[in-house]
């Protein structure tokens, strides 16, 4: 699936991953491929990117995460 994060300044990352782990406001929550559609507001915390195996994290203020196609759009504060 596709992977965009953005704050106002800056595209983060963009990329195929495998999975996201995100922080909710009720706790975390992970997206997997063919997931869903949903709309949730994030909380200051980590995003755990899971790319070919490989772990990487990005630290965000808040934001909402929009999921829909195998597609997921992080907008960090």
Do not use: Y
Request: net charge negative.
């Amino acid at each position: 699936m596709k992977l965009e994060i953005l704050s106002p300044d800056e595209l983060i990352f963009e990329g195929e991953v495998d999975a996201v782990q995100l922080p909710g406001k009720t706790g975390s929550f992970g997206i997997l491929n063919n997931h869903a559609p949903i709309i949730a507001s994030l909380v200051e915390g980590q995003v755990k990117v899971t790319q070919n195996g490989t772990d990487q994290h990005f630290n965000i203020d808040g934001g909402v995460v929009e999921v829909v196609n195998n597609k997921v759009i992080v907008l960090s504060d």
